[in-house]
């Protein structure tokens, strides 16, 4: 991506979580188990992708 006045270097598009490896689970019932502070991520990668959509309509 190309730094333009549309997308400033100090303001880069979010990045989406890595998701886990099903391997990375033990099947033991954690709580949080990391598909679910993947789901959290997740969730607060979509807010912020969509916050940063609005600063940069057209990207």
Do not use: I
Request: overall charge negative.
């Amino acid at each position: 991506m190309v730094d333009t006045p549309a997308n400033p270097p100090d303001d880069p598009r979010p990045e989406p979580p890595p998701e886990p490896d099903p391997s990375d689970c033990c099947g033991e019932g954690c709580v949080p188990c990391v598909f679910d502070a993947y789901e959290a991520a997740l969730e607060r990668y979509k807010a912020a992708l969509a916050a940063w959509q609005a600063r940069h309509p057209g990207c």
